[in-house]
């Protein structure tokens, strides 16, 4: 310890040109961590908080008591959709460097996040995203041809050409609508489920936020009412180790994990190795058994790594190592969750191979259809004069006029 | 016909709505057991319960952020903030998320909250007990902005916005809850029994949103504004023996332009007045609606009478509000022009 105050700044393990180094990760053999009964006090299960759930192990087979034992099947649509995430987004993300959408998030690297809560949660619970969670509207139904028409706001774009891409929203899916503004819908989604529990229905709530966000105060004010309420909702901290260009110390991950940011509250946190599908999926089932039965919240924090840059805007070489995430200790989920099948037999390279070209061939069709309903350069367009609804359920009188004025000075 | 203050009607209008609607429910810090620091939710927790009338942490952006929550999942949600000055810890959750949700998702969600919270000063309470900021939410688009000057349209105006399915910040001037100020802190307290806006029925009724109300009728001077000022302004008119038009714009945002501009066009002359901040104020707004609709009808600049460009001091609270010597010295000047 010095003898005077100095000014700590946290610095990440490696910069452009080092060596990556995932030391400070705290890893635990797979199926090494207990499994709790749900109904466990908060100070039983800490452990959960600083472990890491882990069910697939270094040679892809499923061990230890959170092996979730999902039949293979189940487990080839789970690849599937994981694999149609990512086929998705790379298309995606060619599409705008080819400037005909404005920008692009991709989830590389976070699939498994989405499509293993996505599988845990029941159709009437309500998710509360973040931008990275593009496979959980995928999952819940949202066609790819929909998506598409969001990021080129064309005239079947679901915002109506009102929101940056990849901020879809979806009612019927329960799929609540991204703000771009991080870490908000926190408190959307406990509230969501203070309104369940108060309506005496067993539908549950999840929202997700990055490591960054954690320090945002909806952030704490969410998980403070989640406590005291006992909301049913899972506060889920997807720990990709980077918010853009600050690493996951900025936001104060250095010295305990994001898991146990609800222990002081009562709220038991789960790691968990969110790259494992089925370690995922089998905490988000405990976590959603714990909340539908009067337990209240649970954090989970997944662990992973932000496969590419966080957005279309942005240039990752310029503070990170190029290859961190070839070194990252947990790996591809899509790789993984692949070996595993074929390790069990029920899956092959070829099998995958073909597979993917189907899923490009999927996504290229609907690119194809999106089109039809307008790109940013070629027609049919938004008509701007749509600008002025639903600002209120009613347009009020001076939008109708502000209206009548684009339309005359503007054009239609 | 029953007298009640604006606490009551207030209380009432709650009540009335809780009970013709179970998706009604009421949140804030102290408004449960002890049925609020003012009093405007007491006895409500007792009569539908702990759900419906929920004492909440002390974090502003909770309460209104998980209200947005509730709202979506099908609750009508009344948050209360226990002063307008603690607001802006919510501030990001009313501007970037409840004023947008419906317009960001195009109509598949929307959260019809209505966050009550008393507002202006009067009351020695310094400066985070005093402000107006009615202004800085007006500016956003996607929300609906009250604030009442009685205790009928208080009632009518919170049931209306309740009912709204837009989500409304209801600004309570708490100096006007026990009675009308006429902006002379010398004269002993008046309170509403003796005052025509005082009888309130008990039951369910509405009074419009975004519809202005002519206060009294006049030839000679158009005084816009609202909330306390409201009496301020009719005290300081009926002192001066000018023949004012006083309207009480109610609904800050949307506005009724209409009644504003017929006045004005009318008497050739504008003052428009309000406790909060004069620099960037919602007057600038009305200066700016009103000159240009009124422009070749105008005698005299339209004039502004406001809380000066300061915070609100705790000592000079007096030399600070827009009080009737204000507005006196304000009337009379507008009256000396040619």
Redesign the interface.
Known sequence: MANKSRLYIPRPSARPGDKPDFSYLDLVPAGSVDKPPIASRTRDIEYLSSGLVRVLDDDHQAVGPWDPNIDPGELQIALRWMLLNRVFDKRMWQIQRQGRISFYMEALGEEAISIAQGMALRQGDMCFPSYRNQGLYMYRGVKLVDMMCQCLSNTRDMCKGRQLPVMYHSAKANVFSISGNLGTQYPHAVGWAMASAIKGEDHIAASWVGDGATAEADFHQAITFAAVYHAPVILNIVNNQWAISTFQGFAGGERRPFASRGLGLGIPGIRVDGNDLLAVYATTLWAADRARRGGGPTMIELVTYRGGAHSTSDDPSKYRPKDEWDAFPLGDPIERLKQHLISGGHWSEEKHEELEEELKAEVLAAWKEAQQYGTMTEGPFLDPATMYDDVYAETPQHLESQRRRMIRVEGS | MPQMNMIESIRSALDVMMDKDPSV?LMGEDVGYFGGVFRCTDGLQRKYGE??V?D??I?E??I????????????R?VPEIQFADYIY?GF??IV??LAR??????????SPVTIRTPCGGGIRGGQTHSQSPEAIFAHV??I?IVMPSNPYDAKGLLISSIE???PVVFFEPKRIYNGPFDGDPEKPAVSWASHPKGEVPDGYYTVPL?EAEIVQTGEELTIITYGTLVHVAQAAAEAVGVDAEIIDIRSIS??D?DALVTSVNKTGRCIIAHEATRFGGFGAELAARVQKDCFYNLEAPIGRIAGWDTPYPHAFEWQYFPGKKRMIAGIKNMMEIE
């Open positions: 429910v759900h419906r929920i909440a942490p974090a952006g909770g209104i952020g998980t209200a947005i929550g509730m709202g979506v999942n099908g609750l949600p810890p990001d959750q970037s998320e949700l419906r317009y960001r998702s195009s109509g598949e969600f929307f688009s996607g609906k709204s399915d837009d975004a949307p506005l332009v």
